[in-house]
């Protein structure tokens, strides 16, 4: 699908003639269209565009990340054929257009309309002409699956190890007598549980012991490393990449940041 987006501060149409064998029946609310301060999102359906669910929700919320960034007060659909040379059937296109009007109208925050489809229209466009009001997307149900898979990859787990290479869900996880201090740490960390009256859980004091410690001069979340810290540090990085290697697969070292 092909998207071109106008952050539009007056805008309206009407329609002339058909530009297809069997438009969309015509209604007086569909005949002629005005908005102001509207996103105008001209829409090419392509021939691998589908009606699915899941790609009509992606869609919909790319649409809606545009309109939250240019604060439009309505949101105006408009078919529009010459974005791409790989249409789909009209029959197919007006399916998947409604599919995505539908699914707007429901998630939308304002209100949401469209041009009819099948027909020529004479239009009047008045752009904003800021940074953000003429953009435009290239979706296909391709990528929408891909990132589908990737929210559901990066999805959080925690699990609780044991020393004799037990795994259990952290979520459901029993704990033994002595085990009070990983119970404070699987309630705050998995949990999002803070402790009674403020007090730092005990794992704190030994991790200050061995030199991690959060380091002032930055943001919540920064570690600084001991000598010894670091040491440990390292000697787990080695093992893990040992470890990685022992998989008979190709494997990439990268670096990164991330809060601990």
């Not at 359906?45 to 919909?60: F, Q, R, S």
């Not at 599919?99 to 939308?108: F, G, M, Q």
């Not at 009256?197 to 600084?224: A, L, N, Q, T």
Request: proline share 7%.
């Amino acid at each position: 699908m092909r998207l071109l987006f106008i952050h539009a501060e007056d805008f309206s149409y009407q329609v002339r003639d058909k530009a297809v064998e069997n438009p969309e029946p015509l209604t007086p609310e569909l005949e002629r269209g005005s908005a102001k301060n509207a996103l105008v999102v001209f829409m090419s359906v392509e021939e691998n565009d589908t009606d699915d669910p899941n790609y009509v929700d992606y869609v919909a919320d790319e649409i809606l990340d545009v309109l939250n960034k240019v604060k439009a007060s309505q949101v105006v659909l408009y078919p529009y054929a010459h974005l791409s040379p790989n249409l789909a059937k009209p029959s197919k296109a007006l399916g998947v257009l409604l599919a995505v009007y539908n699914k707007l109208r429901e998630k939308s925050p304002v209100p949401v309309s469209r041009a009819p489809f099948g027909y020529y229209k004479a239009f009047d466009i008045k752009c904003y002409g800021h940074p953000l009001s003429e953009l435009s997307k290239s979706l296909s149900p391709n990528i929408a699956s891909a990132q589908a898979v990737q929210q559901v990859v990066s999805r959080d787990y925690y699990v609780v190890l044991t020393p004799n290479g037990e795994e259990y869900d952290a979520t459901k996880y029993s704990f033994k007598p002595g085990e009070d201090d990983l119970k404070a740490l699987v309630e705050k960390e998995v949990l999002k549980r803070e402790l009674e009256g403020g007090k730092e859980p005990r794992y704190i004091d030994y991790c200050r012991k061995f030199g991690f410690e959060w380091e002032p001069m930055s943001d919540v979340g920064h570690m600084r490393y001991g000598p010894a810290a670091t040491l440990m540090m390292e000697l787990v990085e080695d093992y893990a990449w040992r470890l990685a290697n022992e998989l008979g697969i190709p494997v990439f070292k990268i670096r990164g940041h991330q809060h601990v």
